[in-house]
């Protein structure tokens, strides 16, 4: 029995406050019983040496009684039927690359490329036993791996991803991101995370369109951006190699405008490569239950016995309101 008590857990916690504000005034808010009258032509301590005392229930307000046990009913205290693992597969994460000319430039060491695909192998590994998908893009997107709990086919591609892959050039990411909702519906998502990572090549107001399409279905959406933000740094770069692109430089306005559409964050890769993954909090969708879609799946819920129990009270507040009308 205590077990089951500590392992309640409260779905809705904020409904508690309201039932403690409500409890108070059930406490403090005393009034005499109104069966008769005699209580305003009489003191009380004549009335309790007749035998005229009220119950502890008709001292309190009844209305505020009921109104505490049904917020508490609304806070929805629940205990656990399932385990997370039952249901992980509703939760998912695609990667969308960028694999344009842009990303062979070295201002991030050795390149752009590079520490994308050492990204991507990261989200590989932090993914646990979600499934993970893999969307390149340049002048078109393509599937590459589809979601799948086995990362050998996904970590076989990123290890392997260069510039060439999509013979197209470009960064259409409008339509990555197209590919991706599709995969995302298909696959029956509840609740998805989109990794972009590139180097602001393709952010527009259609990619933002599609981020808020994302948000607006529960996801998420995330960038990672390698390479420098000013010209200057990477112009050597530019003289080394004759077939860059005239725009090189990162746009982290556009990547923050991207992320905040699609209710995510930005996370800019240093000179080596390097992206410090904590600030996107990669488990915090781990469990499952966390998704209102899974609610009912992963919790059983206990506010019937609650209302159950005021039942009762209010039957007996409404005897009492007859009595004192008669």
């Known amino acids: 029995m205590n077990k089951a008590i500590t392992s309640i857990t409260w779905l809705h916690p904020l409904w508690l406050f309201a039932a403690l504000v409500f409890f108070l005034f059930a406490c403090f808010w005393r009034y005499p019983g109104n069966k008769d009258h005699w209580h305003r032509v009489m003191s009380s301590s004549v009335l309790s040496f007749l035998g005229n005392t009220d119950r502890v229930l008709r001292r309190l307000n009844l209305v505020f009684i009921i109104a505490t046990i049904i917020c508490i009913a609304l806070a929805k205290p629940a205990l656990r039927q399932s385990s997370n693992e039952t249901w992980r597969h509703s939760i998912g994460w695609v ?9 062979t430039l070295n201002d991030s060491v050795p390149s752009r490329l590079s520490a994308a695909r050492e ?8 993914a646990g036993a979600r499934p993970i998908a ?4 340049a002048g078109d997107a ?3 791996a589809p979601p799948a709990f086995d990362r050998s086919h996904f970590n076989e591609h990123a290890a392997l991803l260069e510039h060439g892959i999509i013979p197209q050039e470009g960064s259409n990411l409008a339509r990555a991101l197209s590919l991706a909702s599709s995969v995302i519906e298909e696959s029956e998502y509840v609740r ?3 990794f972009v990572i590139g180097d ?3 952010f527009n107001q259609n990619s933002e369109a599609a981020a808020r399409h994302f948000a607006s279905e529960g996801h ?3 960038v990672i951006v390698f390479g420098s933000e000013a010209d200057q740094s990477i112009s050597s770069n530019i003289e080394n190699n004759s077939q860059a692109p005239n725009n090189v430089a990162v746009d982290l306005t556009a990547s923050h405008s991207l992320a905040k559409a699609g209710g995510g964050i930005v996370m800019h890769g240093n000179k080596f490569g390097v992206v410090n993954f904590k600030p996107l909090k990669l488990h915090r969708d781990s469990d499952a239950s966390n998704a209102s879609a899974l609610e009912s799946l992963v919790w059983r819920n206990q506010s019937h016995w609650l209302l159950l129990l005021a039942l009762p009270l209010m039957l007996y507040w409404f005897h009492q309101n007859q009595e004192d009308n008669e």
């Open 119 to 126: 990204a991507m192998l990261s989200l590989s590994n932090a």
């Open 95 to 103: 990667v969308v690359a960028d694999v344009s000319r842009s990303m």
């Open 200 to 202: 602001s090549g393709g």
């Open 220 to 222: 998420r959406l995330d």
């Open 192 to 194: 998805a995370r989109v």
């Open 134 to 137: 893999m969307i390149l893009y």
């Open 142 to 144: 393509f599937l590459v």
